[in-house]
């Protein structure tokens, strides 16, 4: 069985397939934004799978293979708190990148995106769906509303740090390049 560190292993060995993917799609497309495309949909690809991955591999049955649901706000962030500040920083920071990704890149790919309603939007429907996999899987994880709000937060500060790349709309005339000839 599958490991959380076999997973991070084989995203590690996979970076230079990621970037070799990029710049396979830039080269094959002949448009001006053909980098901003492939690094985008790479990017969304590259950064989310692995996340989603280890958070639906089984928890090993140390809890007696038990769906368990949270649906209090704040109730596990409270308890990891209290579990000390390894185990928190973890969780946390674990939560927030699981959707980061999709809210760097999805802004920056898709014009339609760029905006952090839709992208709380969207990480807030991938979050739900995941937890509800976990829930229906048996994977003996705490299928819980605390991580719907810290992925879906992860990707609305993921979004506002890519901001200034989003492309919100098509370039004036004026700004298109043209090559002589």
Same mark, same amino acid.
């Given at each position: %069985?599958?490991?959380?560190? $076999?997973?991070?292993?084989?995203?590690?060995?996979?970076?230079?397939? *990621?970037?070799?993917?990029?710049?396979?799609?830039? =080269?094959?497309?002949?448009?001006?934004?053909?980098?901003?495309?492939?690094?985008?949909?790479?990017?969304? #690809?590259?950064?989310?799978? /692995?996340?989603?991955? %280890?958070?639906?591999? /089984?928890?090993?049955? =140390?809890?007696? $293979?038990?769906?368990? #649901?949270?649906?209090?706000?704040?109730?596990?962030?409270?308890?990891?708190?209290?579990?000390? /500040?390894f185990t928190a920083t #973890?969780?946390?920071?674990?939560?927030?990148?699981?959707?980061?990704a999709l809210g760097f890149?999805?802004?920056?790919?898709?014009?339609?995106? *760029?905006?952090?309603?839709?992208?709380?939007? +969207?990480?807030?429907t991938g979050s739900i769906?995941?937890?509800?996999?976990?829930?229906? +899987?048996?994977?003996?994880?705490?299928? &819980?509303? $605390?991580?719907?709000? +810290?992925? *879906?937060?992860? *990707?609305?500060?993921?979004?506002?740090? &890519?901001?200034?790349?989003?492309?919100?709309?098509?370039? =004036?005339?004026?700004?298109?390049?043209? =090559?002589?000839?």
């Amino acid at each position: %069985m599958l490991t959380i560190r $076999d997973v991070v292993v084989i995203t590690l060995a996979a970076l230079p397939l *990621a970037v070799l993917t990029v710049w396979i799609l830039a =080269s094959r497309r002949n448009d001006p934004l053909r980098w901003r495309r492939s690094l985008g949909e790479v990017g969304i #690809v590259y950064g989310t799978v /692995p996340w989603v991955w %280890m958070i639906l591999l /089984p928890n090993g049955g =140390s809890n007696g $293979d038990r769906r368990r #649901v949270n649906l209090v706000p704040l109730h596990d962030l409270v308890e990891v708190v209290a579990a000390g /500040p390894f185990t928190a920083t #973890v969780q946390i920071v674990g939560n927030l990148l699981v959707f980061a990704a999709l809210g760097f890149f999805a802004p920056i790919r898709f014009a339609w995106l *760029a905006s952090l309603p839709r992208i709380l939007a +969207l990480a807030t429907t991938g979050s739900i769906l995941v937890e509800t996999a976990q829930y229906v +899987l048996r994977l003996d994880r705490v299928s &819980s509303v $605390d991580d719907v709000l +810290l992925n *879906a937060g992860g *990707a609305v500060l993921a979004a506002v740090a &890519s901001r200034r790349w989003w492309r919100t709309g098509t370039p =004036s005339p004026d700004r298109v390049e043209t =090559s002589p000839g």
